[in-house]
């Protein structure tokens, strides 16, 4: 029975989240468009928890920036921003989750202001990736989880299935990896996740694949993990 949990960027926990320790790691984003290295960054600071990836070269540079709170054994979001500036493109866009006035507000390059139920949690692009990991490491194969619409505010519910296992090579050493498809009624998008047991769910490879483009974040090196 497929567990639906609804979030605007994390829901509950049934795990203390301290389980998912912290991390540093390279990664490599490739597109149609651009092809690019960064860090990604899961960590602890005077604001709260915050993932973050940073990624630049000759051509482009890239930002991204989810900061939330753990609350009750819930994610509890509370901005995610974002910077890209290659050449052929300039967008900056930042998202608050305003929980006195309940509405998420957007200001940059996608304007707008969508008031929601108070006990709706949502998830961003990036913490819902902790929601992922601490669902397939309680060994759940189906779930939904609602992701914030950056363009027209709101947000999507997204299904998520586990397709099975598969052995994959990460630092010339096989590892068991947790193969999860996430999809959409209606759309032909569909994101594949590879999650390594051994490094407690940590994402080796996402592909985003639709009618009209491919995304691919490879892992390269872990810098630092726990």
């Known amino acids: 029975m497929k567990l639906n949990l609804i979030i605007l960027f994390v ?4 795990v203390n989240a301290f389980e998912l320790p912290f ?16 860090i990604r960054k899961f960590n602890k600071n005077s604001e709260g928890y915050e993932i973050e990836f940073q990624a630049s070269n000759l051509f482009a540079g890239m930002n991204f920036s989810s900061l939330f709170d ?14 890209i500036k290659p050449k052929f493109l300039d967008r900056d866009q930042f998202i608050k989750f305003d929980y006195m006035n309940n509405q ?7 304007k707008w202001s969508e008031i929601i139920n108070k006990d709706l949690l949502i998830m961003d692009p990036l913490n ?5 990991r601490t669902l397939v490491k309680e060994n759940k194969t189906e779930f939904s989880l609602n992701i914030v619409d950056m363009q027209k505010g709101g947000f999507k519910e997204y299904d998520f299935e586990v397709m099975g296992n598969e052995m994959c090579v990460f630092n010339n050493e096989e590892i068991n990896c947790v193969v999860l498809q996430r999809s959409r009624e209606g759309s032909n998008r569909k994101v594949t996740y590879y999650l390594m047991e051994k490094y407690e769910y940590m994402f080796l490879k996402i592909v985003d ?18």
């Open 209 to 226: 694949i639709n009618p009209e483009r491919k995304n691919t974040l490879s892992l390269v090196e872990i810098l630092s993990f726990g």
């Open 70 to 83: 753990f609350e009750n054994y819930k994610v509890i979001p509370r901005s995610y921003d974002v910077k």
């Open 104 to 110: 998420i507000v957007s200001t940059g390059s996608n």
């Open 128 to 132: 819902v990736q902790i929601m992922i």
């Open 23 to 38: 991390y540093e790691a390279k990664y490599k984003f490739e597109s149609d468009e651009i092809n690019i290295t960064g």
């Open 11 to 14: 829901t509950v926990f049934s």
